[in-house]
């Protein structure tokens, strides 16, 4: 009798000991954290590389854990999406962009780029969740996806890219050169844009093979006539060098570090000054 009420109760006290907050794993914390609000939008702005305009921003997803504090996405992210928890926190960056344009100022000829992750694409769940909680927006700028992959084999939904060209929404290669994001993708995808990534400005004045592959996206993606953006633009030499090889678009801590989406209308009216 006595050792079963023992075994009993050091059950009990295990199954709570594992339920208390700190002890959930990290994927239950991502689900749970989306219904409490422990998620931000940030944003980045988007520079013109001709006029020094600010013309767009792109989303970034930030998570303050009240146990854990702040979690990067480099962490989170790549969790969320092996345990199909990406798709919510896409839709929460939608709903959240949505429900703040009516306060940026004259967003209507704006680009905003959303990061989706190529499992979102699949059997078109991207296009449901757009028409469900992008279309309603008002005002509403240009939407750009850009295609986010870290898994080793990237399928991509072909018809859901055929789709969001259809409807208008454009299309961003992520870290163009790294990784898994290939050469193929501009056949297949038909890319809009692309993003050359932070490894290849960083190298610009101090690391060769990787400048002269900077050099190589920059006159591929002309010839083939796909805008480019540099992300990472971290000094004025950087910026010049990208500006003289056409680049369009300069993003980085240069110019601005991602801040809450709520901060950017000041931002933006000290910029335009
Ligand atoms: P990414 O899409 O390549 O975003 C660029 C990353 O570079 C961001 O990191 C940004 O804060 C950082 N960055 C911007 N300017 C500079 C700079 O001048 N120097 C340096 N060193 N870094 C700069 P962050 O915000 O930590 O995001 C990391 C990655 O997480 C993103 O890389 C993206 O792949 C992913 N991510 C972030 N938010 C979301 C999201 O809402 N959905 C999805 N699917 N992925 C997201
Ligand atoms: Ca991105
Ligand atoms: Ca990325
Ligand atoms: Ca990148």
Not at 67 to 86: K, M, S, T, Y
Not at 193 to 208: P, Q
Request: one cysteine or more; charged letters at 15%; proline letters at 6%.
């Amino acid at each position: 009798q006595l050792p079963l009420a023992l075994l009993l109760s050091a059950l009990v006290g295990y199954v709570v000991w594992l339920a208390t907050a700190n002890r959930m794993s990290l994927s239950w914390q991502i689900s749970v954290g989306i219904n409490a609000r422990e998620f931000i939008v940030y944003c980045q702005p988007l520079i013109n590389a001709r006029t020094n305009g600010c013309d767009g921003i792109e989303l970034l997803l930030r998570w303050h854990n009240p146990r854990q504090g702040w979690i990067a996405p480099d962490v989170f992210i790549p969790l969320a999406e092996r345990q199909n928890l990406i798709a919510p926190l896409t839709r929460f960056v939608l709903t959240e962009v949505v429900r703040q344009l009516p306060q940026l100022p004259g967003c209507a000829g704006f680009h905003i780029a959303i990061n989706v992750a190529a499992s979102h694409f699949h059997q078109q769940e991207i296009i449901n969740d757009l028409q469900k909680l992008w279309w309603p927006a008002d005002p509403k700028p240009q939407l750009i996806v850009e295609l986010t992959e870290r898994d080793a084999l990237p399928v991509v939904d072909q018809s859901t890219v055929a789709y969001l060209h259809k409807i208008g929404v454009k299309l961003a290669i992520d870290d163009f050169g790294t990784g898994h994001s290939s050469l193929s993708y501009l056949k297949t995808l038909s890319p809009d844009v692309l993003k050359i990534d932070k490894i290849f400005t960083g190298a610009i004045g101090t690391d060769a093979i990787n400048a002269t592959v900077t050099d190589m996206v920059i006159s591929l993606a002309q010839r083939l006539n796909i805008a480019l953006v540099a992300e990472g633009v971290e000094t004025a030499q950087q910026a010049e060098y990208l500006r003289d090889r056409g680049v369009n678009a300069l993003q980085g801590y240069f110019y601005a570090r991602p801040m809450p989406l709520t901060d950017f209308p000041q931002w933006l009216e000290n910029w335009r000054q």
